[in-house]
């Protein structure tokens, strides 16, 4: 059976002290995939020290168009699209292929997500982006989403937004075939979530998703995703009109509750 060609692209921006590691384990453990960088614009030598060990091009800043410039600049029939902070589990690629030539109906999918650190609000984040992404397809950038390059260009690849591109696409992927999460991990770096305090992070994070299926602005939802959530008590998150703390309850009990109950996913 002849398996599907895959293109790896990777978007970066300021990612030197990362992308060199990163390349040499995608050209070790993915030897005769097509890799391709896009830069969107990086000031720390990034596109440099990528040079010597994949394709780099150049692209307009913004995730979104970045990978889509790294689609058309490919030629595989299939398209990785892979974080440079996140770690490949080296069995992905022949369960990624066996996948999609054992299920015609498949049009993509995403790696089973890990951190690169352990905790409680860690592992219940793997977990739940694990299971968000078995029952509502949800498949974001953490989890290397691949799709075949046919499908991709028919809906005209990422939508162009600020934020929410992926939640996007995996969403009209799933309108067009299944979606399927492989066993083999995404390795994500925790950094972001454990600077600003990781239970934190999720509530903040859902705020954001709760915005932009109310259909608010992704450019607004982009801004304050880059502010970072409030530094407030953990048991009275307060995000504008929207709070997570229940009026009225005790302190003690909202600290450690509160944030846990009204956290519904990742």
């Not at 995730?63 to 600049?73: C, D, S, T, Y």
């Not at 089973?112 to 592992?123: M, T, W």
């Not at 859902?206 to 259909?215: E, H, I, P, R, S």
């Not at 801004?223 to 709070?243: D, H, Q, V």
Request: glycine letters at 10%; hydrophobic letters at 40%.
């Amino acid at each position: 059976m002849t398996h599907p060609s895959v293109s790896i692209v990777v978007p970066v921006l300021n990612e030197a002290a990362t992308i060199t590691g990163a390349l040499a384990r995608l050209r070790r453990d993915f030897p005769d995939c097509e890799l391709v960088v896009v830069d969107g614009g990086s000031t720390d030598g990034t596109a440099e020290l990528a040079a010597p060990l994949a394709t780099v091009v150049r692209g307009e800043r913004g995730r979104a168009r970045q990978m889509n410039e790294g689609a058309r600049r490919t030629t595989g029939e299939v398209l990785w699209f892979v974080h440079a902070d996140t770690v490949l589990e080296p069995a992905a690629l022949a369960q990624l292929r066996t996948c999609l030539t054992g299920d015609p109906d498949a049009v993509g999918g995403g790696l089973a997500l890990r951190f690169d650190r352990r905790g409680p609000g860690l592992d219940y984040l793997a977990w739940a982006s694990n299971q968000r992404a078995r029952r509502l397809h949800h498949i974001f950038g953490d989890q290397t989403m691949f799709v075949r390059r046919k499908v991709f260009d028919e809906l005209g690849g990422f939508p162009d937004l600020a934020l929410m591109e992926d939640l996007e696409l995996s969403r009209r992927l799933h309108r067009r075939g299944r979606l399927h999460l492989l066993p083999a991990t995404s390795t994500a770096s925790a950094r972001r979530l454990t600077a600003h305090g990781v239970w934190r992070m999720i509530a903040f994070m859902q705020y954001l998703k709760l915005l932009y299926f109310a259909g608010v602005d992704p450019e607004r939802i982009a801004r304050r995703y880059a502010a970072g959530p409030p530094r407030l008590p953990l048991g009275r998150l307060s995000f504008g009109r929207l709070s997570l703390a229940g009026r009225g309850r005790p302190a003690r009990r909202s600290r450690k509750g509160a944030a846990a109950r009204r956290v519904t996913g990742p």
